[in-house]
């Protein structure tokens, strides 16, 4: 059955026992135990639960570069909903099964040369996801192995705490101006809410994306460990913030980001229109085909 994606995070909170699967906008569901077995995965996530500490690690594993499609993007809609519904669930780390890679952001081909409604739909799903993530109960680390442009940024300082590979051949960072579009208002705010005006305001104006020792520096990540050990420091570091008596926690994580979400969930209509106006100009279009030509380019 075709579902729309609202309709689909709607019902998906009654779903926790349902294995989810969803591939090309359809959710199909089958009946295995989610909750019972410590472990799911759907196509592109596979979420390891432990239950004895009520830590989740979400490794997203969407070939080549984990791009946030809009399938890929409600899948981990649905899980974040699942998780924080259930209340064995106290932390979530997320990090990146692909090499190299922890995200590269929106999928490009989501933005370019599709329908006004399409773009639309896409839209409100990343608006969601950040929606979830951003306003999360959970204690949320990303552990970032790999580059994380644009969305994969955003993604990251959504999290509570940010451990970084100390790879220089990575880089993070909320590049879009790089490829002629603007990062919208909520992307800008989180950024601000983590590295302040200045840094934001230099960082979006030039679209810089960071080497890990430079994302330290200015605070766009919390910690810097050898490759191999990023997901065990996420682990010590989970231990430490789950250890915080927990209604408090969460009331002052709330007190920090409620105006700024407050600020899109009042104006989640009119953002998708803005989005949808800007992306399909054809100036807009025609620099995200330059860029993913300079892609290809730099791979030939
Ligand atoms: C008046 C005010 C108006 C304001 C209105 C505002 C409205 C809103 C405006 C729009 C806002 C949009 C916000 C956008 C956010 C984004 O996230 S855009 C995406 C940005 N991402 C990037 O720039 C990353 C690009 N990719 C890379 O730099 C590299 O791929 C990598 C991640 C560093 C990995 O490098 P490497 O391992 O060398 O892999 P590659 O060979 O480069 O890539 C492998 C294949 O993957 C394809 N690919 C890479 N990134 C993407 C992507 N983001 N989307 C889709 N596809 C991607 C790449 O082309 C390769 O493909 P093949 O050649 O076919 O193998």
Same mark, same amino acid.
């Given at each position: 059955q075709k579902l729309t994606f609202s309709l689909k995070i709607a019902i998906s909170s009654s779903l926790s026992k349902i294995h989810l699967n969803v591939s090309h906008g359809r959710l199909c569901a089958s009946s295995t135990s989610f909750s019972q077995r410590n472990n799911s995965s759907s196509a592109n996530l596979k979420v390891d639960h432990d239950q004895t500490t009520g830590v989740a690690v979400m490794h997203m594993q969407s070939p080549p570069v984990n791009s946030l499609s809009l399938d890929?993007?409600?899948? %981990?809609?649905?899980?974040?909903?699942?998780? !924080?519904?259930?209340?064995?669930?106290? /932390?979530?780390i997320i990090t990146s099964s692909q090499p190299k890679v922890f995200s590269a952001g929106l999928d490009i081909l989501e933005m370019y040369g599709k329908s006004p409604e399409?773009?639309?739909?896409?839209?409100?799903?990343?608006?969601?996801?950040?929606?979830?993530?951003?306003?999360?109960?959970?204690?949320?680390?990303?552990?970032?192995?790999?580059?994380?442009?644009?969305?994969?940024?955003?993604?990251?300082?959504?999290c509570d705490y940010r451990i970084m590979a100390d790879?220089?051949?990575y880089s993070i960072g909320l590049n879009e101006t790089m490829l002629? %579009?603007?990062?919208?208002?909520?992307?800008? !705010?989180?950024?601000?809410?983590?590295? /302040?005006?200045r840094n934001t305001e230099i960082s979006l104006e030039l679209g810089l994306l960071y080497k890990p020792a430079e994302a330290l520096n200015i605070g766009l990540v919390d910690q810097l460990v050898p490759e191999d050990q990023v997901l065990s420091a996420a682990t010590q570091t989970m231990t430490k913030w789950l250890a915080i008596?927990?209604?408090?926690?969460?009331i002052t994580k709330s007190m920090m980001r409620k105006s700024t979400i407050e600020k899109l969930r009042s104006n989640r209509e009119a953002d998708i229109q803005n989005f949808v106006n800007f992306i399909t100009k054809e100036s807009i279009q025609k620099s995200l085909r330059m860029y993913m030509e300079m892609l290809k380019q730099k791979k030939a």
């Open positions: 890929f993007l409600t899948e %981990i809609c649905i899980t974040l909903e699942k998780l !924080e519904m259930d209340k064995g669930c106290r /932390g979530l399409r773009c639309g739909e896409f839209w409100k799903a990343v608006q969601e996801m950040w929606l979830k993530l951003y306003g999360s109960n959970m204690v949320t680390i990303a552990a970032i192995n790999g580059s994380s442009p644009a969305g994969g940024c955003l993604m990251s300082i959504t790879n220089p051949r002629g %579009i603007v990062a919208p208002f909520w992307f800008k !705010e989180t950024m601000v809410n983590t590295v /302040g005006h008596p927990e209604h408090a926690r969460q």
